[in-house]
């Protein structure tokens, strides 16, 4: 797709959507610096695209609670100010959110209607994003995921496959529940929505999309040392028994059938999609 402009180039769904569309226009950090939303402004009003897609974000979950300020420039003030300038030219815009806007009460998959409630300062500030794009007018879509993975950059599976090696046992959480989901699915499911939106320009809205079926972070570690054939044990343990920086949702189950009904969107199985990216890491 030509006249597309993705915000992000080297994060895990950035380079997903680099591979699916190489014509597009991908900006790194040192093209536009999210840390200065009026930059970015700048640079989509000079662009002449036909959508947009940010596919950046400050994802250091723990290091956000020492950095709030940073935080929320990039993951809110940025995407707000880049929704006002895409709905100035009239152009669709796709931004990425996060299970973590919820505060993972009960055990029911969380629906794009739900209350939201972030606990730490990573989802309050996504939270804030989603809340000034919606504001900021103009054709927009969010699409709220979940537990991340690829054979790029930073994420649960690469930091697994590195602890695995050097040890027998691992403890893991077994009491956050959720569904991996891996960065091609989020890319595809944002041009997916893309081409919808220019060629229906009422759509848009809050959409949930995740890998399935819902599993715990010690289930996702376990299915990883079996299909990596690690040997390394994976010990349940609970939240409490794992202290961190930043409190993280129990439940982070999502509802993804509007995404279904809306766009014929539907959940990747995720073990299939971690075999492909394993063999992927692998070569
Ligand atoms: N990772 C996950 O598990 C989840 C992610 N999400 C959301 O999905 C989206 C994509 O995440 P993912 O691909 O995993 O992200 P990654 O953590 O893989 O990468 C983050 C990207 O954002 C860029 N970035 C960070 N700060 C800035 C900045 N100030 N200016 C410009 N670029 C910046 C990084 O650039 P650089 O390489 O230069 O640092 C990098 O390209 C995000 O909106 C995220 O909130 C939602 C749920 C789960
Ligand atoms: C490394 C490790 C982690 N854990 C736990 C901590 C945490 O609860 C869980 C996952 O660890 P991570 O550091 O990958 O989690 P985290 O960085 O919080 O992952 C989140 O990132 C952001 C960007 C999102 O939007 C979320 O959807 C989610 O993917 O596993 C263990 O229990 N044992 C371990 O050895
Ligand atoms: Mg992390």
Not at 1 to 9: A, D, E, H, I, W
Not at 65 to 74: L, N, Q, T
Not at 146 to 159: C, D, E, I, P, Q
Not at 274 to 279: C, D, E, I
Request: aromatic share 6%; net charge negative.
């Amino acid at each position: 797709m030509s006249g597309l402009l993705v915000f992000g180039r080297t994060g895990q769904v950035a380079t997903e959507l680099a591979r699916a569309v190489p014509e597009a226009r991908f900006l790194g950090r040192d093209e536009a610096d999210l840390s200065d939303p009026a930059a970015c402004v700048r640079i989509l009003l000079a662009s002449n695209c036909d959508a947009v897609i940010n596919a950046a974000a400050y994802t250091a979950v723990d290091r956000a609670e020492s950095e709030p300020e940073s935080a929320h420039v990039v993951n809110a003030a940025a995407p707000t100010a880049i929704a006002g300038a895409a709905a100035a030219v009239g152009v669709p815009f796709v931004h990425i959110s996060t299970d973590y806007v919820f505060d993972g009460s009960g055990e029911a998959p969380w629906n794009e209607t739900g209350p939201t409630n972030p606990l730490g300062v990573y989802g309050k500030t996504k939270l804030a994003g989603e809340q000034g794009i919606a504001a900021a007018g103009g054709q927009w879509a969010v699409l709220r995921t979940s537990w991340v993975f690829s054979a790029h950059g930073g994420n649960f599976v690469k930091t697994m496959l590195r602890l695995g090696r050097e040890r027998e046992t691992l403890r893991v959480v077994a009491d956050q529940h959720g569904g991996p989901t891996p960065a091609n699915g989020i890319a595809a499911a944002c041009l997916t929505m893309i081409q919808a939106m220019l060629s229906d320009r009422t759509k848009g809205g809050i959409y949930h999309f995740s890998g399935a079926p819902d599993t715990s972070w010690a289930g996702f570690a376990r299915e990883i040392m079996a299909q990596a054939e690690l040997s390394c044990r994976i010990e349940d343990i609970t939240t409490a028994e794992y202290p961190t920086p930043a409190r993280r949702p129990a439940n982070s189950r999502l509802d993804c059938h509007a995404i279904s009904r809306d766009f014929g969107i539907a959940r990747p199985d995720w073990r299939a999609e971690l075999n492909k990216v394993l063999a992927e890491i692998g070569r």
